[in-house]
C-alpha cells in the first residue's frame, strides 16, 4: 500500500489575532469562509492563542479516534469559572473516575423516575400560557424549565430554593465567555461571587442529601481515580458542570425548535398528524419511550434538523499532545483545536443550507451529525435532553393553540447557544 502524502497545515496568516478574534464573535459565517478558503483544516490565531479548526466527518472521526493524543480543553474564563475539580477540566484516569460517578445520574431507571417532575413543569407551563393576560417569551420559559428539570430532578431542590439558584446562575452564565479579569463589577468578578453563592448551595444540598428526593442519592459511593469517595467539593463542582452543560443547551433545542414550528404552518401540520395520535401524559413507566424515533419518527426527525442547523453547542475543543494527522494534514503538538459543528453540518452535497426535517426520514441520508459530541468526552445527559425535548414538544403543541406576536426579531443571538433575540413572545390561539 502507498503511504499518503502529508500536507502541512494551512493558515490564515494571523498572529496577534485581534481581528480575528474579533470577526469570531460578531461573524456567524467566521468559520465557513475560512474553510471555503482554506479546506477542512485550518489554523489561525485569536489574541495571541493559535487555534486549529476542523469540520467535516472525515476530520473530525480522525481527531476523536486518537484519544491518547487528545485532551479536553476549555478557555480561561470557562475553565476557572467551572472549576479545577470540574469533569470539564480532568483528563485520563480522574476524568474517566467522575464519568463514571455522575452517569449514574443519566441511567434509564433515573430518567424514569425523573419523568414525573419534567410532565409536571411542562404542564405547569400549559396553565400558566393558558391563562397569561399578555404574550409569554418562549425563550425564557423554556430557560427556565431546562434549570428547573436539573434542580428539580438532580438536586431535590424547589420553590425559593431553586429560584435563588436561577438567579446566580443566570449572573454566572453570562461570563463564561467574557475576559477572564476579575475587575471590580466587571461581569467575571459578579460571576466568581455568583460561583461561590452556588457552591455553598450545592454543599447544603449535599448535606442534606439522605432526606432529599432527587437523582443525587443515587451518587452514593462515587470513586475517584484512586478508588477514593469523592469529596462534597469535587462533587459540588460537578452539580455546576451538570447545570452549565444542561440547561442553556436544552433551552436553546427547545426555543430553536418552537420557532421553526411556529414560523411554517405546513411544518407545525405535519408534525400534528403524528403528535395527534400520542397519548398525554405518558405513564412514569412509559415516559422514556412513548415518544422515541420508534413512536414518533417525525418528531424526531424534527429534533435532529434543528440541531443540525442550530448546533446548541457549536463547536467544542481539544489540546493535542503530540503531533497527529487529520485528513492527511499534519497537526503539530500542543494545538488547541476547535471541532466546528456549525459550519460542519451545512458541509457537503445536496441542499445542506434548507431546513428539511424529511431529510433524517430518507434511506439514503448518511448524515454524520453531532450535537452531543463524541468519544470520550460524549454529553454524558443526551438522554435527559432528548427526553425533555420530546416531552415538552408534545406536552405543549398536541394540546395548545400557540400564535406568534409579529414584528420580532427572529434571527438568532449565536452565544452561548443560538437562541430567537427577541425571545419568542407568542399568544394562546383563541
Ligand atoms: C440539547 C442539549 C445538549 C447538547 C446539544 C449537548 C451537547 C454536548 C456536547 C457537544 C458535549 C461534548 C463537549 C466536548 O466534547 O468537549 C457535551 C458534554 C457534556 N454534556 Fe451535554 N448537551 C446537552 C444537554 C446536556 C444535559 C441535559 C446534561 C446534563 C444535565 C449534559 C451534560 C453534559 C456533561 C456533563 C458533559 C461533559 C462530558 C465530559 O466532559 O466527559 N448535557 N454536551
Redesign the pocket.
Known amino acids: 500500500m502507498t503511504k499518503p502524502v502529508l500536507h502541512p497545515l494551512p493558515t490564515t496568516g494571523a498572529i496577534t489575532g485581534t481581528l480575528e478574534a474579533l470577526a469570531f464573535f460578531r461573524d456567524p459565517l467566521f468559520a465557513k469562509k475560512r474553510f471555503n478558503r482554506l479546506g477542512n483544516i485550518f489554523e489561525t490565531s485569536m489574541l495571541g492563542q493559535p487555534i486549529v479548526f476542523i469540520q467535516g466527518s472525515q476530520a473530525i472521526t480522525d481527531l476523536l479516534s486518537q484519544p491518547e493524543a487528545i485532551e479536553?480543553w476549555w478557555p480561561e474564563s470557562v475553565k476557572q469559572l467551572l472549576g479545577s475539580y470540574s469533569?470539564?477540566n480532568r483528563n485520563g484516569g480522574a476524568?474517566k473516575a467522575r464519568?463514571k460517578v455522575?452517569a449514574q445520574l443519566f441511567s434509564s431507571s433515573a430518567l424514569q423516575s425523573y419523568s414525573p417532575s419534567i410532565i409536571k413543569l411542562i404542564e405547569d407551563l400549559g396553565v400558566e400560557l393558558r391563562t397569561a393576560k399578555r404574550p409569554i417569551s418562549l425563550v425564557k420559559k423554556m430557560r427556565r424549565f431546562a434549570f428547573s428539570v436539573?434542580a428539580t430532578t438532580?438536586l431535590g431542590l424547589e420553590g425559593n430554593d431553586r429560584d435563588e439558584l436561577f438567579a446566580d446562575f443566570e449572573i454566572w452564565t453570562k461570563a463564561l465567555f467574557s475576559i477572564p479579569i476579575a475587575l471590580p463589577w466587571s461581569p467575571f468578578a459578579k460571576a466568581l461571587k455568583a460561583r461561590e453563592r452556588l457552591l455553598d448551595k450545592f454543599q447544603e444540598v449535599l448535606a442534606q442529601t439522605s432526606q432529599n428526593k432527587g437523582g443525587l442519592a443515587l451518587l452514593t459511593g462515587g470513586l475517584d481515580e484512586e478508588g477514593i469517595p469523592l469529596s462534597n467539593a469535587d462533587l459540588g463542582e460537578q452539580l455546576l458542570?451538570?447545570l452549565f452543560?444542561?440547561y442553556e443547551?436544552?433551552a436553546s433545542?427547545l426555543s430553536c425548535l418552537m420557532q421553526q414550528l411556529l414560523l411554517n404552518p405546513e411544518l407545525e401540520a405535519w408534525l400534528h398528524e403524528e403528535i395527534n395520535n400520542l397519548a398525554w401524559p405518558p405513564s412514569a413507566e412509559t415516559a422514556t419511550t412513548s415518544y422515541d424515533r420508534s413512536n414518533a419518527p417525525k418528531l424526531d426527525a424534527l429534533i435532529n434538523e434543528v440541531?443540525r442547523i442550530n448546533?446548541?453547542?457549536g463547536g467544542?475543543?481539544r489540546r493535542t499532545k503530540r503531533s497527529l494527522v487529520l485528513e492527511n494534514i499534519v497537526v503539530p503538538a500542543n494545538r488547541v483545536v476547535q471541532v466546528a459543528l456549525n459550519a460542519s453540518n451545512l458541509h457537503g452535497i445536496g441542499d445542506l443550507e434548507v431546513f428539511r426535517p424529511q431529510r433524517h426520514l430518507e434511506e439514503k441520508s448518511s448524515l454524520n451529525l453531532l450535537?452531543?459530541?463524541g468519544g470520550?468526552?460524549?454529553?454524558?445527559?443526551?438522554a435527559?435532553?432528548e427526553l425533555?425535548?420530546r416531552l415538552m414538544v408534545v406536552g405543549l403543541f398536541r394540546n395548545l393553540r400557540l400564535s406568534i406576536v409579529p414584528n420580532q426579531d427572529f434571527t438568532m443571538q449565536p452565544l452561548p447557544s443560538p437562541s430567537p433575540r427577541d425571545g419568542l413572545l407568542v399568544n394562546i390561539k383563541t
Do not use: Q
Open positions: 479536553g469533569l470539564a476524568h464519568r455522575i436539573i438532580v458542570l451538570l452543560a444542561g443547551t436544552t433545542a440541531m448546533p446548541p453547542v467544542f475543543f450535537p452531543f459530541g470520550e468526552r460524549v454529553c454524558l445527559g443526551k435527559l435532553a425533555e425535548i
